[in-house]
Nanobody
Framework: QVQLVESGGGLVQPGGSLRLSCVASGSLFMTYAMGWYRQVPGKQRELVAGITSGGMTNYADSAKGRFTISRDNAKNTVYLQMDSLKPEDTAVYSC????????????????WGQGTQVTVSS
């Protein structure tokens, strides 16, 4: 079992920045690929960024060039640095563990955090 706790969300103006953190419990964090997803009411949850256990990254087109996913295995933490934020980035951002984010295999894992709200004002 993996427990994930996100933090770092909040209210920010367009063009601003936030860094989200996801801290995982358990001893197998270094073996899991990790992803950040976002969802707004009435919309499908979408992948924002993923990172493999080896540190290779995969980004949604909407995030590439603005967002950066990284991980610190010693701290059992994955980060999402979000720059140049836009109003359309407003969503609940959730951390996911156990998926896949290689060039040939992209899928969501079974473990989710509770989510953190990101609101970008107009």
């Amino acid at each position: 079992q993996v427990q994930l706790v996100e933090s770092g969300g909040g209210l920010v103006q367009p063009g601003g920045s936030l860094r989200l953190s996801c801290v995982a419990s358990g001893s197998l964090f270094m073996t899991y690929a990790m992803g950040w997803y976002r969802q707004v009411p009435g919309k499908q949850r979408e992948l924002v960024a993923g990172i493999t256990s080896g540190g290779m990254t995969n980004y949604a087109d909407s995030a590439k060039g603005r967002f950066t996913i990284s991980r610190d295995n010693a701290k059992n933490t994955v980060y999402l640095q979000m720059d140049s934020l836009k109003p359309e980035d407003t969503a609940v951002y959730s951390c996911n563990a156990g998926g896949g984010y290689s060039a040939t295999s992209v899928f969501t894992g079974p473990y989710w955090g509770q989510g953190t709200q990101v609101t970008v004002s107009s």
